[in-house]
């Protein structure tokens, strides 16, 4: 189960990399959307393809590093090139306006005539992937014309060793949310959210419960199964969670 933590739709102007090309290149925008867990970007390749550095033509644009969660950074690069003669991906189908990334990438962009769209769906923050960068080249249409596409997502760690984790409920206790920091004799605890007694924590109390008993129930026995389900449900709301701040 992905976990996310709430994220408001905000917006950012990104800035270009002038490093990269010789010429004006568009303006890109970033945004958050579904509640955080999806990066969008779009920009306009309104111009004609123009001289990148790298001695190519086409366009660039790279995003400034976007703030995300607990201190973590994101930055998107995207570069739209014309193929050289030995290119040898095979051509789009004519008309073709959509283009998944690998499966890994969990992305896609899409063509509005000149208008480029791109989305990635955002790491979990609770277990973020070791690997830091994702890259993912592929063909693409713009018109009737084939250009290759060159797209990349940056994530960038705290530098001070700041996480987040998810500790589980218990019958006895709600879960929620730890801030942790690296010290010397171990991870230290600095903040704890703890999801609510009646809401989310009161269903992980239950399945808690369940799960402890879950010897006498296990097969086809669902009598016994509601019998202890409504003993899990009292017991819940018979005894609010112990106070967790000294543990």
Same mark, same amino acid.
């Given at each position: 189960?992905?976990?996310?933590?709430?994220?408001?739709?905000?917006?950012?102007?990104?800035?270009?990399?002038?490093?990269?090309?010789?010429?004006?290149?568009?303006?890109?925008?970033?945004?958050?959307?579904?509640?955080?867990?999806?990066?969008?970007?779009?920009?306009?390749?309104?111009?004609?393809?123009?001289?990148?550095?790298?001695?190519?033509?086409?366009?660039?644009?790279?995003?400034?590093?976007?703030?995300?969660?607990?201190?973590?950074?994101?930055?998107?690069?995207?570069?739209?090139?014309?193929?050289?003669?030995?290119?040898?991906?095979?051509?789009?189908?004519?008309?073709?306006?959509?283009?998944?990334?690998?499966?890994?990438?969990?992305?896609?962009?899409?063509?509005?005539?000149?208008?480029?769209?791109?989305?990635?769906?955002?790491?979990?923050?609770?277990?973020?992937?070791?690997?830091?960068?994702?890259?993912?080249?592929?063909?693409?249409?713009?018109?009737?014309?084939?250009?290759?596409?060159?797209?990349?997502?940056?994530?960038?760690?705290?530098?001070?060793?700041?996480?987040?984790?998810?500790?589980?409920?218990?019958?006895?206790?709600?879960?929620?949310?730890?801030?942790?920091?690296?010290? &010397?004799?171990? *991870?230290? !605890?600095? $903040?704890?959210?703890?999801? @609510?007694?009646? /809401? %989310?924590?009161? #269903?992980?109390?239950?399945? &808690?419960?369940? *799960?402890? !008993?879950? $010897?006498?129930?296990?097969? @086809?026995?669902? /009598? %016994?199964?509601? #019998?202890?389900?409504?003993? &899990?449900?009292?017991?819940?709301?018979?005894?609010?969670?112990?106070?967790?701040?000294?543990?």
């Amino acid at each position: 189960m992905r976990t996310s933590c709430p994220c408001p739709n905000l917006k950012w102007s990104g800035l270009i990399s002038s490093s990269h090309t010789m010429a004006r290149c568009p303006p890109v925008t970033l945004e958050f959307s579904g509640g955080g867990a999806v990066l969008t970007g779009s920009f306009l390749c309104a111009s004609e393809p123009e001289q990148l550095e790298s001695g190519k033509r086409g366009w660039f644009v790279a995003s400034t590093h976007i703030d995300w969660r607990s201190n973590w950074c994101l930055k998107v690069h995207c570069s739209i090139t014309e193929p050289k003669p030995d290119y040898r991906h095979p051509r789009p189908r004519d008309g073709t306006c959509e283009f998944d990334f690998d499966p890994s990438y969990c992305g896609r962009l899409v063509v509005a005539d000149r208008l480029i769209s791109v989305s990635f769906r955002v790491p979990d923050c609770f277990d973020p992937p070791r690997k830091k960068s994702f890259s993912q080249g592929q063909p693409i249409l713009l018109g009737e014309k084939m250009f290759h596409c060159q797209m990349r997502l940056e994530l960038r760690a705290p530098r001070d060793g700041t996480y987040l984790r998810r500790r589980a409920a218990t019958s006895d206790r709600v879960g929620g949310i730890e801030f942790m920091y690296p010290g &010397a004799g171990g *991870d230290v !605890r600095m $903040a704890y959210a703890p999801d @609510s007694a009646t /809401g %989310r924590g009161r #269903k992980e109390r239950i399945q &808690a419960f369940l *799960d402890a !008993r879950r $010897a006498e129930y296990r097969g @086809s026995d669902f /009598g %016994r199964f509601y #019998k202890i389900l409504e003993e &899990a449900k009292h017991f819940v709301d018979s005894h609010p969670s112990l106070d967790d701040e000294n543990t």
